[in-house]
């Protein structure tokens, strides 16, 4: 069971988050001009790596706001959390 | 006494009552009341100080905060939204909305939404968190604070009243009687403990 901070409420249990997945995709500024491949990329393609790992999770049962996490895929620690629309801050954490 | 046409546990009002367990714990709902949700710009002036003046009230920027003023609350929600609750009989919307008019706000009656019961008694922590992962250990949550969490999986909206602790559970109205119903589960043992004659501390 993972203790997550929300930005706003403070650590709260994961039953009350749901997790949005990776985070910092931007939509493609002009969608006509993409082919169906560029499309299906935006849309389904992620990254899914072993080790660090920045997402959306949305605090459903709490504030329902939605932020940023740096989480550990392997070791589940969280060491970043941050608003919508802020850069991550630069250092990683120690666990992989 | 709640209101038989509108309180959605009218017809547990007795097996609330029943449910007490003396010196532990006691559950009742309480009466209807209004609920406003407000949401707006609360850095913008315009907003915060209308509101402010007209409900002679200040909105919490504090997360997880309430605000009472002479029995209208207002409990934070997210960081631009409120539940102001008031009594049964209230103009609140009608005054909030000519207060407002022209500004870019939302303001939604939701008395309906839910209905509140109280759960007091030096054994309601305890039988909270047995459905509830909130940390309401008293140095991290204290009176006049509130929370957004679940109680045994269904929404709940928790505001500690007072230091016994007093507690009012904002539930869904469809889920209210799941929700009276597994809290009336989890403080018979107490009463079991107390007949044994094995009471805790």
Redesign the interface.
């Known amino acids: 069971m993972l203790l997550i901070e929300c930005p706003w409420c403070g650590p709260r249990d994961e039953v009350e988050f749901r997790c949005g997945g990776e985070a910092h995709i931007a939509r493609p500024q002009d969608p006509d001009a993409l082919d169906d491949a560029a499309w299906a990329d935006y849309v389904f393609m992620r990254t899914n790596p072993k080790g660090w790992h920045r997402e959306r999770w949305c605090h459903s049962q709490g504030c329902r706001r939605w932020f940023n996490v740096r989480r550990s895929t392997v070791s589940h620690e969280i060491t970043a959390v941050y608003k919508m629309g802020e850069e991550p801050p630069e250092a990683e954490g120690s666990a992989q | 006494m709640a209101d038989a046409k509108r309180s959605p546990l009218a017809f547990m009002t007795s097996a609330l009552a029943e449910a007490e367990v003396p010196d532990a714990v006691a559950l009742r709902e309480l009466s209807p009341r209004t609920q406003i949700d407000l949401r707006g710009e609360v850095a913008d002036p315009a907003f915060a100080g209308t509101v402010e003046s007209a409900l002679r009230l200040t909105l919490p920027r504090t997360?997880?905060r309430v605000a009472d003023a002479g029995g209208l609350l207002a409990l934070w929600?997210?960081?631009d939204?409120w539940l102001l609750v008031g009594p049964e009989a209230s103009d609140l919307e009608a005054r909030l909305r000519s207060a407002l008019s022209g500004q870019h706000v939302a303001i939604t009656d939701v008395s309906a939404n839910r209905t509140v019961l109280e759960l007091g008694g030096p054994k309601a922590r305890e039988i909270l968190n047995k459905g509830c992962?909130?940390?309401l250990d008293p140095r991290v949550f204290g009176p006049g604070q509130c929370?957004?969490?679940?109680l045994a999986r269904a929404?709940l909206l928790l505001h500690q009243r007072d230091i016994e602790p007093t507690y009012h559970l904002y539930v869904r109205g469809s889920f209210a009687f799941y929700a009276a119903s597994w809290l009336i589960d989890a403080m018979k043992e107490y009463r079991f403990a107390k007949r044994g004659g094995r009471r805790e501390r």
């Open positions: 997360p997880n929600l997210g960081p939204e992962p909130l940390d929370a957004q969490s679940i929404q």
